[in-house]
């Protein structure tokens, strides 16, 4: 039926935020058989996205849920190592076809993509209500303090959602999480910010097939392949240093960032003719201080924020999704979506997120440290990294994540039951509310 303004939703779930983490949540607690809501600020994936880069682990979640090939098919590159290059050598090549099998590259993909993909499926199904175009303003709590839906207000004025659980997926800045009135530690783990910019790759110039990243001359620069055809160039620069560098001009910065990046200075200096052409990423580390409450948990970079290297953003949130999906399902068929239940995925996946906030600032140590001292020791580290068993756990550390996040098909097509519930603006084939099953 059609929606109308001010008209409370009931269901299972309120997910906030239409990104990687709550769509593939969505999707997992949706084939499983539950009611869902998505609350999306933006009506459209018509935006500026950050991260393309999927590694094995992600694509892994993708696969398993059945949404990698239609994701592909709207359009990426693959890309089969990570090299560090310095003065025109290469100190660190990863060959990501010695990984297990059948996930053995990374992918150069639009995040619209994977979204438009993950969107459509879960847009299937008569349990999914879709607000797009609406952000929180309230959380709605009961007599004891448990989480129990929001207040979202959008084109149509203010709606009230009901749900026995609220996930926070909406991003490093989340509103969820500041209405929860939960605080955010950020930690200055890294020592630069990023300019990132994409240009143009001609036709006659070979499309690389690695992430790369260059020390040159000048700050280290990384680059990829991004679809349809450019390069996408992340330039770092001190933190917080971006104010007094802009105030040279965009003639000393392009000329700064071919220095930085030779191989391509001709494409940079036909592309970059304004600091508009430039975004800034504020790279930093952040941990919320609770990722669980009665009723409320926080996933994806409203959890945890990460800085771009190691390309670790989304696919941590793929991971997310199905590692909370397990635990999630169990709470809600108990009827207790409780911080002691939800614990069992807070716990143990925190410590896969220290994990990977150390791995990621000695990353930066290694590859984007500057100095006589630096030089010296980073060919000899990328050779420990190539050449032994430890070398070969990090990487898969990197690539894979933690190999408990798999899709748990087995929970598919439970009888749970699903309300018949319209859904705003979207298009698509409807399924039924039925158990769902898999294949």
Not at 172 to 196: M, N, Q
Not at 259 to 270: C, G, M, S
Not at 409 to 437: I, K, Y
Request: proline letters at 6%; aromatic letters at 4%; glycine letters at 10%.
């Amino acid at each position: 039926m059609a929606d109308t303004a001010n008209t409370p939703h009931t269901g299972d779930v309120c997910v906030v935020g239409g990104g990687p983490a709550g769509l593939t949540l969505a999707l997992l607690l949706l084939r499983t058989g539950f009611r869902v809501t998505l609350v999306e600020r933006s009506a459209s994936l018509d935006r500026e996205y950050r991260g393309e880069i999927l590694q094995p682990g992600g694509l892994a979640v993708l696969d398993q849920l059945g949404c990698l090939s239609g994701a592909v098919a709207r359009g990426g590159h693959r890309l089969d190592r990570f090299q560090l290059v310095e003065r025109d050598k290469v100190l660190l090549d990863i060959d990501y076809g010695r990984l297990p099998p059948p996930h053995t590259s990374l992918l150069s993909l639009p995040q619209s993509h994977v979204l438009a993909e993950l969107l459509d499926r879960c847009r299937r199904f008569d349990n999914f209500h879709d607000l797009v175009g609406h952000r929180v303003t309230e959380l709605v709590t009961d007599g004891g303090g448990a989480v129990r839906g929001v207040v979202a207000t959008g084109p149509g004025g203010r709606r009230t959602v009901h749900a026995a659980c609220v996930v926070g997926a909406d991003g490093r800045y989340s509103k969820t999480r500041r209405l929860a009135g939960i605080e955010a530690d950020r930690v200055e783990a890294f020592a630069f910010d990023v300019l990132w910019f994409k240009v143009p790759l001609p036709t006659d110039r070979p499309r690389p097939r690695e992430v790369r990243v260059f020390r040159s001359g000048g700050s280290p620069v990384l680059v990829y392949p991004s679809y349809p055809d450019t390069l996408q160039i992340g330039w770092t620069l001190p933190h917080q240093g971006y104010r007094r560098l802009a105030e040279q001009g965009i003639a000393h910065v392009r000329e700064e960032i071919c220095r930085a990046v030779p191989e391509h200075a001709d494409l940079v200096r036909e592309r970059i003719t304004s600091l508009t052409d430039l975004t800034l990423l504020d790279v930093f580390a952040g941990r919320a201080r609770q990722s669980v409450r009665d009723g409320l948990v926080l996933i994806g970079d409203s959890a945890h924020t990460h800085s771009p290297l190691g390309a670790q953003g989304i696919n941590l949130a793929l991971q997310d999704a199905a590692l909370l999906h397990p635990v999630l399902t169990a709470a809600l068929r108990a009827g207790k979506v409780t911080a002691e239940r939800l614990a069992a995925y807070d716990e143990p996946r925190s410590r896969d997120i220290d994990a990977v906030m150390k791995m990621q600032h000695i990353q930066a140590k290694a590859m984007l440290s500057q100095g006589r001292v630096a030089r010296a020791v980073r060919p000899r580290l990328a050779s420990l990294l190539q050449r032994t068993p430890a070398g070969s756990h990090i990487t898969r550390l990197i690539a894979l994540g933690n190999p408990q996040a798999r899709v748990r098909t087995d929970l598919f097509g439970h009888d749970v039951p699903a309300a018949r519930q319209g859904m705003s603006g979207g298009p698509g084939r409807r399924e039924s509310t039925a158990p769902h099953r898999p294949g």
